[in-house]
């Protein structure tokens, strides 16, 4: 009788958490061999998007992957490649959830896509400066923009730091750095 009576005691307070639990943001810590990057992920802006991004990051999927991409006062763009422009083979791509409700503002994380507007699999780019150019602006081919989906809360400085790095042209792709900058792990974190 006594157990029953606390698992019942158990149950109501975590009950009562859940709405709490359910309230707080997602975040994803990024190891790179430049440092440490925190994104703060935002479902009710793009749920599905976050959906995807933490259905990559739980599978270990950007784990070795590297930032394959890299142009000064644009974006890091990355989790697709591994070293030696390799690419992985992701899931399914996701509908284009982009809005006027989060823009590509410094410092956030978007979709990479194709030029068709809803193509996004795994690859994701992080913003160094504005880019309103990359912004919702109608459900047209051209004017779908890049899903926003969280932005960094710590580490920017090594986002500046990647966005540093010499590039170079590798088999038909251009701004690849000359050093692999790689995501040693991606942990999604308690905030």
Known sequence: MKMTRLVLVVLV????????????????????????IIVELEPRV???TVEN???YVREGFYNGTIFHRVIKDFMIQGGGMMTGMIQKT????????????????KGTIAMARTSNPHSA??????????????????????????CVFGRVIKGMEVV???????????????????RAVVIERAVEVTP
């Open 121 to 146: 699999t795994s690859q994701f780019f992080i913003n160094t400066k504005d880019n309103p150019n990359l912004d919702f602006q109608s459900r047209s081919r051209r004017g779908w923009g890049y």
């Open 46 to 48: 793009a749920p599905k």
């Open 53 to 55: 991004f933490l259905r």
């Open 160 to 178: 500046e730091r990647i966005e540093e790095v010499a590039t170079m042209s590798v088999g038909g792709h251009r701004d690849v750095p000359r």
């Open 13 to 36: 307070l975590v009950l009562m958490a859940a709405p709490v639990l359910a309230g707080g943001k997602p975040q994803v810590r990024l190891e790179t061999t430049k440092g440490l």
């Open 90 to 105: 992701g899931h399914d791509p996701i509908r284009n959830e982009a809005s006027r409700k989060m823009l590509n503002t």
